[in-house]
């Protein structure tokens, strides 16, 4: 493409998608390349999203990009390969060669979830195998659940299920934890797991590393949250180890110590559900708007 773009978004997740409708409506010419790999494609519903609770994350991204297209926006399939500044604009590449160049740009990758390395759990990942009480807590409520986590998750799963497991595979836990595992009736075994079991697409329980299994229809993890940096390391933003994972760094809506680079969604704020992703994707497309026009 010839034309000097306003912005280009990278990522069509919540964050993009909102944040390419905010430039859109101020009538700023943008471009949302999304590769098509979304961090929520196994759940089965989005949830904690108001008026939209249970929508498929498909029909939901689905519906992003017709509002994007109803004010002008334009959405690209492919992956960025490369961008970098150029002088006073942007210049990025896509990976079938596609060059785009652009006054903004907003990044919003989204994040890669890293599992624990235990047999069998990846591939129930988004049914069987959870993290998130509050995405996924109420649609496994009263099942028997192990929790392969942090305590903090354990207690938080215990709220939705009288039947918990915390399986510590080398977590130390203190007189306090074990106390308040006590009081809430949370079952702990130190031996450390050696696989998750299953029958079809079902999982049936956890195996320990001496062989017995601990029948579990859920499994709650804690994950390594990795903001997905692939094809922006050209832009020279700064990334920040966290607590269970690794951002870039950013400030108010959005914003970065690059000039002309904001960031929007779980590729800076890792814990954030959709509806929040997407809330911090409106203000950053907002701000470029002004910082455009300033």
């Not at 060059?99 to 624990?116: S, Y």
């Not at 409520?141 to 799963?157: I, K, M, N, Q, T």
């Not at 299994?213 to 993890?221: E, Q």
């Amino acid at each position: 493409m010839d034309e000097l773009l306003d912005a280009v978004v990278v990522g069509g997740g919540a964050a993009g998608l909102n944040g390419a409708v905010m430039l859109a409506r101020s009538r700023r010419s943008v471009v949302v390349v999304d590769g098509g790999a979304p961090r929520n494609a196994p759940a089965g519903g989005v949830h904690g999203l108001l008026g939209l609770d249970g929508i498929p994350p498909a029909e939901l991204l689905a519906r992003g990009r017709d509002e994007v297209r109803r004010y002008g926006g334009r959405i690209v399939h492919g992956e960025v390969t490369g961008a970098e500044p150029a002088g006073d604009v942007f210049a990025l590449t896509l990976s079938d060669g596609t060059a785009l160049r652009a006054k903004r740009v907003l990044v919003a990758t989204g994040l890669r979830d890293v599992l624990p390395d235990v047999e069998g759990l990846a591939g129930h990942w988004g049914r069987g195998v959870v993290h998130c009480p509050y995405c996924h807590g109420w649609e496994v409520r009263d099942e028997p659940v192990g929790v392969l986590g942090s305590p903090h998750h354990a207690l938080l799963f215990r709220q939705l299920t009288d039947d918990l497991v915390f399986f510590a595979h080398g977590t130390e836990l203190d007189d306090d934890t074990r106390a308040k595992f006590a009081g809430r009736g949370i079952r702990v075994v130190e031996t450390p797991v050696a696989a998750v079991e299953s029958a079809g697409d079902a999982i049936t329980g956890v195996r320990l590393a001496g062989g017995e299994v601990v029948p579990r229809r859920v499994i709650a993890v804690a994950t390594t949250m990795i903001a997905r940096t692939e094809g922006v390391e050209g832009l020279g933003l700064p990334l920040e180890d966290v607590p269970h994972g690794r951002r870039f760094v950013s400030g108010p809506a959005g914003t970065t110590p690059v000039k002309g680079v904001w960031v929007a969604g779980n590729a800076t704020d890792l814990t954030a559900q959709v509806g929040a992703s997407a809330a911090a994707g409106a203000l950053a497309g907002a701000r470029i708007n002004a910082d455009l026009l300033a």
